[in-house]
């Protein structure tokens, strides 16, 4: 007992020396609410970018032998050397991919990563419809993955357009109804523009969405909802700063501009959104997103619809402060199912009421790598992946933490 309280009191200083950084790495605790007054109906907190980090361990996790997965059910995985994970999707198999800014695309097999695919350009994204039909994007344009298996996936790259395009984004409903978004080289100007394209009814096409844009960072929806994309552009009113553009396509009509509301602390033009991190459908019905104001406070935006998704209503609220870790990325399944990773291996998890930081170390330390991506299937696999880090959610180790 002397040996477990000399180290538990050499944790506590250690966790106090560490602070913030901390955060949701080690945490396993609730979060308070951010500074807004709106706040949607029904909710009994709102988010905020901090947690608790210095709440205590079962003190099992000290004289206990080590953790295979975290008190929250992640389990870390073995990454090839040097890999910067910025997209991740599961087919729904047990089967998961991966793509890099090294250029390599990875494959899980419900074991072990390996590279299935290199040397394609740094890439950004990948997508699915399932076990054979794989699109990953990136500098270097679309690659498209088909095979009689899924192990026997070979990536073939796809023409888009004349010019050169890079893709930041993918989503689709079906393998025959996808969007795949970014930039494009203007042959006319030399200028970059956004570019927005549709693949269906086998084949892809340019959509003339807006020739405002300069670049489109995102694109996701749902049956009910529709496609929504995201980019940026300068302020009309001050051009030297970008503002965040969203569009929405519902059925078969043109994109329409969707007004996000500002930082409920502060007037346009710095309290205007200004750019996104991360953006789901989590129900054809509640829309949300994650990004800053011009003014670089973090803010999370929230729409719901009362007409079964014909039309939306947004709220903003700030997340966080300038100067705190930055949230990367956002995924959602359902209103009480939304994650958000960050930088200094943040990790939160909303369950319909709360914000909750998510305890993912295995260790007596924090994970530190900064987070990118997260993808989730309802109620049964998470993947969290950064800079050489890739964490698997174990259901099965949920409440024991994997102690052997």
Known sequence: MKRSLARTSALALAFASLGGLCASACADSEVAPPMSSHVDAGDAASPNNTSDAAESMPEASIDAGPR???????????????QTLVSVW??????????????NVLRWDGSQWMVHASKLGPLAAVWGSG????????????????????????????????????????WGLSSSDIWAVGTMDDPDTG????????????SWALVPVSSEIGAYSHVWGSAGSGVWLAGQRPMPDAPWLMEL????????DDFTDIALPADPHIPPPIGAPGSLRGGAAVSDTSIWLHGASAGSWP???RGTSTDN???????A?????????QINALFGTSANDVWTVGDYGQVRHWNGTKWAGTAITTTDLPVINPFFAVWARPSSEVWLVGKDIALRYDPAHEKDGGVQ
């Not at 047990?94 to 250029?103: D, K, L, P, Q």
């Not at 200028?191 to 086998?202: E, N, Q, S, Y």
């Not at 553009?245 to 078969?252: E, F, H, Q």
């Not at 998704?309 to 709220?315: N, V």
């Open 191 to 202: 200028r970059l523009v956004g570019g927005a394209f549709h693949f269906t009814a086998g």
């Open 309 to 315: 998704g014909k039309t939306f209503t947004f709220t």
């Open 131 to 170: 076990p054979t039909d794989v699109w990953i994007g990136g500098e270097n344009g679309l690659h498209h993955g088909t095979g009689s298996s899924s192990a026997a996936l070979t990536f073939t790259t796809v023409r888009l357009a004349d010019t050169p395009t890079r893709i930041a984004s993918i």
């Open 90 to 103: 599961g087919d729904g198999t047990g089967v998961a991919w991966a793509v890099s800014t090294e250029g």
């Open 317 to 325: 609220e700030r997340d966080g402060t300038p100067n705190a870790p």
């Open 68 to 82: 295979v997965c975290s008190y929250h059910g992640f389990c870390p995985t073995t990454l090839p050397a040097a």
């Open 299 to 301: 803010i999370t935006w």
């Open 245 to 252: 553009v969203v569009l929405r396509k519902s059925g078969g």
